[in-house]
């Protein structure tokens, strides 16, 4: 569900997860997504028409990716808009709908941290949480760094699994990188001795990768004198080269730019296949 370009669903392939369907209504990020994912079927259209349409023509799923919309959430929406939050939200409760026609053994849904921890957002985060619990699943969640998966920008993403009361959540996955340059050589040296690698950098590590360009933000070239390219900031996301992206220049910077990055998703889906 929200499926954008595909970043979710890249993971879960890399995990050895068979794609069979994405929603989204953007029209952009579904041919992107069905040029990255040839055999899922697609639905692009809103949500809320999938839902009252077609959720019941879906091919049922062992586990239900779901990536809404963060605008109403995000820091980097700095005018704090409420009509933005309430209407993500909106979309957000579709997921617990879905969750009771589907009844996957596992759902995986991702959002900014913002999801969880403002204020404003707080009494509908309830309801969310509660709604998932009155379908008959109990739920786990964390902000995880992208960093620590070997994603090369300072990404934390809230995370939430639910799986249904009777079964066993997945673990969270166990870091596989760190950034080094910021801690004493004598951390660097534990994290290596225990397996861990330095997180791949450009001179020093970005910050989240935008879904736009606008001027004062920091998606700068590291020696060059401008902007990175769609396809650069598709690399700081961890997506392959080989990774098609369809549409205008500002679609593409915002399809990169909201999508999940695909190491983060695979760490994340390979402990989902350890319980199903």
Request: with cysteine; aromatic share 8%; hydrophobic share 40%.
């Amino acid at each position: 569900m929200f499926c954008g370009a595909g970043g979710l669903s890249e993971g879960a392939k890399q995990a050895g997860f068979l794609v069979k369907w994405g929603v989204d209504i953007d029209t952009s990020s579904m041919e992107t997504f069905l040029c990255n994912h040839h055999s899922a079927t697609t639905y692009n259209m809103d949500i809320s028409c999938f839902m009252d349409k077609h959720i019941g023509d879906a091919q049922r799923v062992d586990v239900l990716l779901a990536a809404p919309p963060c605008q109403g959430f995000t820091g980097a929406n700095t005018r704090g808009n409420i009509i933005d939050m309430t209407t993500n939200m909106v979309l957000v409760m579709n997921v617990p709908r879905a969750v009771n026609v589907l009844r996957p053994k596992v759902l995986v849904f991702e959002n900014v941290k913002g999801f969880c921890n403002q204020k404003k957002s707080d009494e509908m985060y309830k309801l969310f949480i509660s709604d998932l619990m009155d379908v008959g699943y109990k739920v786990e969640t964390k902000i995880l760094k992208a960093s620590d998966f070997g994603v090369c920008q300072r990404r934390e993403r809230f995370i939430l699994l639910a799986v249904p009361t009777e079964s066993n959540l997945p673990n969270w996955p166990k870091p596989t990188h760190f950034i080094d340059g910021e801690i004493s050589v004598q951390t660097s040296a534990n994290h290596i001795e225990m397996g861990l690698v330095p997180t791949p950098t450009v001179d020093a590590v970005p910050s989240t990768v935008l879904c736009t360009i606008n001027p004062g933000w920091d998606n700068i070239h590291p020696t060059e004198f401008r902007h990175i390219s769609p396809r650069e900031s598709a690399r700081l996301q961890s997506f392959s080269d080989s990774y098609v992206f369809k549409g205008d220049l500002n679609s593409q910077y915002r399809q990169v730019g909201n999508s999940v990055p695909p190491l983060l998703a695979r760490a994340i889906m390979k402990e989902v296949r350890r319980v199903i």
